[in-house]
Nanobody, 123 residues
Framework: HVQLVESGGGSVQAGGSLRLSCVAYGSPVGCMGWFRQVPGKEREGVAR????????VYADSVKGRFTIVRGQSPGTWYLQMNSLRPEDTGTYFC??????????????????YGQGTQVTVSS
């Protein structure tokens, strides 16, 4: 089993930056990721990274602005969010996938989620 704890949300003006952090406790994970959800919509994958790839995979809406990065300590990763837009507002969830052969393919194969942290971008 894996427990995820994220932090770093907050409120910024459009064009600003935030960095979200995630720490995983328990079993090692195959994939690291971030999801977000806004009221009335389904949770969507934003970024994912696994040990078999150097670079992350991103949703089209955040490409070039968000970067998922491994931390120095095992089981830690970050989401650096730059050039934030009001449409980036939502609850962001740290996520992990157990089997890299699956979760490296698609966001649907992630198994564990954190409790969520709010990001609010004002215009």
């Amino acid at each position: 089993h894996v427990q995820l704890v994220e932090s770093g949300g907050g409120s910024v003006q459009a064009g600003g930056s935030l960095r979200l952090s995630c720490v995983a406790y328990g079993s090692p994970v195959g994939c690291m990721g971030w999801f977000r959800q806004v009221p009335g919509k389904e949770r969507e994958g934003v970024a994912r990274l696994d040990d078999s790839h150097i670079n992350g995979v991103y949703a089209d809406s955040v490409k070039g602005r968000f970067t998922i990065v491994r931390g120095q300590s095992p089981g830690t990763w970050y989401l650096q969010m730059n050039s934030l837009r009001p449409e980036d507002t939502g609850t962001y969830f740290c996520a992990a996938g157990a089997k890299v052969s699956w979760c490296a393919r698609d966001f649907v194969y992630f198994d564990y989620y954190g409790q969520g942290t709010q990001v609010t971008v004002s215009s």
